[in-house]
Nanobody, 124 residues
């Protein structure tokens, strides 16, 4: 199983970025997917999660209404659209996969596979 995250970068406050995570080596539709982030000196934090068929989504309270998680089971890709970015969103963002068709975990311990991370920096 390989998860390849991309799309990070430097953006000014109020700007937007779209993160992508491409999966290979799996039947993508068998997997719930999540996005997490980790800032320097802090623990890995849940950001958003989506069930196998996009029927259920979960968000960290501080990103709800600004971030949107979506997926395409034909393209084997999950995205995180991030709008109105704030300096406190600065972190390395990771995608993760968990094989299930029930829901989508919101804890890092609920995920079996992880991408390599992509840096998001929000600064003027």
């Amino acid at each position: 199983v390989q998860l390849q995250a991309s799309g990070g970068g430097l953006v000014q406050p109020g700007g937007a970025l779209r993160l992508s995570c491409a999966a290979s080596g799996v039947t993508f539709s068998d997997y719930a997917m999540g996005w997490f982030r980790q800032a320097p000196g802090k623990e890995r934090q849940f950001v958003a999660a989506i069930s196998w068929n996009a029927g259920v989504t979960y968000y960290l309270d501080s990103v709800r209404g600004r971030f949107t998680i979506s997926r395409d089971n034909v393209k084997n890709t999950v995205w995180l659209q991030m709008n109105n970015l704030k300096p406190e969103d600065t972190a390395v963002y990771y995608c993760a996969g968990n094989q299930q068709r029930v829901s989508a975990p919101t804890s890092p311990r609920g995920y079996d596979y992880w991408g390599q991370g992509t840096q998001v920096t929000v600064s003027s």
